[in-house]
């Protein structure tokens, strides 16, 4: 069970990339309406939130130090911030500013940061590869970094996922695996998609250890990860962690739908994990109301200073889109 | 002076780097106890031993998408994909990931791995052993790509390659492993990528080539130098980036140019360089930019009549100059 202290900044962790990616959300539609035109406004291009997933990013990126290597996917914000990423950087980067991580070449789903080891790509499956080579480069050095590689629950049909697990397990590399099963590959459900139940399963044909978290519970990922994490650190090899999150939101903003039903998705919003988990914590005396009422002053103040850098920061001169393609 | 056959100038390149730079590793099919399929990777394994010489599974994608990663944390990988058709498999991982790292990282990493990959026909391979691949990834801006067609230039470019902190594809001509011999000092010398070589001073006829063509270019050279056609001939070496100032310096001079390359005609490389020489030449030709190239069939065929049939060869060279030579 982590500590109190520990339980609060995963709350914090929370909170803050909650109210990042609901004030993305609302800039995201600015200069959008009435028609939906996707090239327009501040953050022009898809927006995929993670409104639902953070207790994945908080509870395992709580193991996690900044020489630790980590892939996500085009769904990145969560796994960016809880690792560590600066979020004056992101927001700049999502805004295509100068001053953005990738200096407005990449965008919101295309985000590295050397000072926190982070990657990440809209192509599916496609940090898990380059997962395993940290993990064979850290093996090698002699360093007892980890790498983490974060996917999609829809990721875990392509080859690169067996291909990973396999040589990871079989040179013994310090890896951890976290599938964020949010049930759905854009509108296609995980039963229509995946032979099996739970992905979790498929680590024993790797021979490694396979977690299933079924709750979204902050506390249970925590837990989850910390073993695989301790059993990476120490030598002993990759883990397979699959949890079952919610996707509050949509694929992309912008998504209609309709291959969820109204019910489905008021279900969601109701066992939201952000809420749920703070009540918890207050519940249980490990977080006072007035605190938990700080956190999100103290984030709220965060995130606006986060996007009035990215709004006032300048555009790169187009000429820089010839720089760096080689050394 | 040491004669030496290709292979052999690429396998002491290979030891001599692995002496020389502690974090450069080997790995691939084959490469390690065996030596590799050709045995060019022999007597890696008993020298630095499986910790740096790394017999890995029948997986392109992570051959590749592994040495990404190892790369991007300090190691200097110079993976082998057993025949070029078989990079398939990785070629997400090379165009997605390894050659856009350092772009849309805006420079905060970078890519330093050499892919190299035994490649092309002539020696019945048939359909998917006897490939020439080059044309996938020379389109590919943030690649540089690599044939070397004798064993000094071998050694040059293979040294010029794996110092070098991009990614390259180095691709080797098996029908060349073993039938060229040529002079290899033994100083630390390197070939400069980007520079092509004339191999063979002319006045009526450029031909441009790479690889096995190169030879077979200076065979078709001296069939027609009988009948007073002076061909000059130029071994590309590097085809990304493209030495354009020496072709266009050659084709200047003698106003009419054959391009040869063994890969299918269509979209094959020599029609980028047929384009460069139309568009910043075009006020010296003397005659209409000739492409000497592979048919426009799925595979190269098995049959000796079929692949001879398949196969350009200095005949088929010497045919194409003497026509442009009368024109």
Redo the contacts between chains.
């Keep these: 069970m982590p500590s109190d202290e520990t339980l609060r900044e995963m709350h914090h962790q929370m909170v803050r990339i909650r109210l990042f990616e609901e004030t993305i959300q609302k800039i995201y539609f600015e200069g959008k309406t009435p028609a939906f035109d996707i090239a327009a406004g501040p953050v022009p291009g898809e927006m995929h939130l993670a409104a639902g997933q953070e207790p994945v990013a908080a509870g395992v990126c709580a193991h996690l130090r900044p020489t630790d290597a980590v892939t996500a996917t085009h769904r990145p914000h969560h796994v960016a911030l809880a690792h560590g990423m600066d979020m004056k950087k992101l927001a700049a980067e999502i805004f295509g500013k100068d001053t953005g991580l990738g200096h407005g070449k990449g965008g919101h789903m295309h985000l590295f940061d050397p000072a926190t080891n982070f990657g990440c790509s809209g192509i599916i499956a496609e940090g898990m590869p380059t997962a395993v080579g940290h993990a064979l480069a850290f093996k090698k050095q002699g360093r007892d970094d980890v790498a983490v590689s974060f996917f999609g629950e829809g990721a875990a049909n392509q080859g690169a996922f067996h291909e990973s697990l396999n040589l990871a397990a079989l040179w013994t590399l310090p890896v951890v695996f976290v599938c964020e099963d949010n049930a759905w590959a854009i509108s296609v459900p995980k039963e229509k998609a995946t032979a099996i139940a739970n992905n979790s399963d498929r680590a024993a044909a790797y021979g490694i250890p396979g977690v299933l978290v079924p709750d979204n519970d902050p506390v249970a990922i925590y837990e989850a990860a910390g073993e695989a994490v301790a059993r990476a650190r120490r030598g002993a090899g990759p883990s397979l962690i699959e949890i079952k999150t919610d996707r509050l939101l949509g694929h992309f903003e912008g998504d209609p739908q309709a291959y969820r039903t109204k019910e489905e998705l008021a279900l969601l919003k109701e066992r939201d994990a952000l809420r749920a988990f703070e009540r918890r914590l207050i519940d249980a005396g490990s977080l006072t109301a007035a605190d938990a009422e700080a956190t999100w002053t103290r984030c709220r103040t965060e995130v606006d200073g986060a996007i009035e850098f990215a709004r006032t920061s300048p555009y790169p001169e187009p000429a820089a889109a010839l720089q760096h393609v080689f050394a | 002076m040491a004669v030496r056959t290709l292979l052999e100038s690429i396998r002491e390149t290979l030891a001599e780097e692995m002496r020389r730079d502690p974090t450069m590793?080997v790995l691939g099919e084959d490469v390690g106890r065996k030596g590799g399929v050709f045995l060019t990777t022999d007597g890696l394994w008993a020298e630095f031993g499986e910790?740096r010489v790394i017999d890995?599974?029948l997986?392109e994608?992570?051959i590749?998408?592994?040495?990404?990663?190892?790369?991007?944390?300090?190691?200097r990988?110079v993976p082998e994909i057993q025949f070029a058709d078989f990079i398939f498999?990785a070629f997400?991982?090379i165009v997605?990931?390894a050659a856009r790292?350092?772009?849309?990282?805006?420079?905060?990493?970078?890519c330093p791995i050499t892919i190299r990959a035994p490649y092309g026909g002539g020696v019945h391979g048939a359909l998917y052993h006897s490939q020439s691949v080059e044309a996938y990834f020379t389109h590919v801006?943030?690649l540089?790509v690599v044939v070397p067609s004798t064993p000094y230039d071998a050694r040059g470019l293979l040294r010029s390659a794996i110092r070098d902190?991009?990614p390259v594809l180095f691709f080797e001509h098996k029908k060349l492993y073993r039938s060229v011999r040529g002079e290899v000092p033994d100083t630390d010398y390197v070939v400069p990528l980007g520079r092509a070589q004339v191999t063979r001073p002319g006045d009526h006829v450029t031909v441009i080539a790479y690889g096995l063509m190169a030879h077979y270019s200076l065979e078709a050279a001296e069939l027609v130098a009988g009948e007073g056609i002076s061909v000059e001939v130029i071994d590309l070496r590097t085809l990304r980036p493209l030495d354009t100032e020496t072709i266009l310096g050659s084709v200047k001079k003698t106003g009419k140019c054959v391009i040869v390359y063994e890969d299918n005609r269509f979209g094959g490389y020599g029609a980028e360089v047929a384009a460069v020489l139309a568009e910043e030449a075009f006020d010296y030709l003397d005659g209409p930019v000739v492409r000497v190239a592979g048919p426009d069939v799925p595979g190269v065929p098995y049959s000796h009549t079929l692949e001879d049939w398949f196969m350009v060869d200095p005949d088929k060279i010497a045919a194409a100059v003497r026509r442009l030579a009368a024109y």
């Design positions: 590793i910790d890995t599974p997986t994608s992570l590749v998408g592994a040495s990404i990663g190892a790369a991007v944390n300090g190691l990988p498999p997400n991982q997605s990931e790292l350092r772009y849309r990282s805006n420079n905060a990493f970078g801006p943030g540089k902190p991009d």
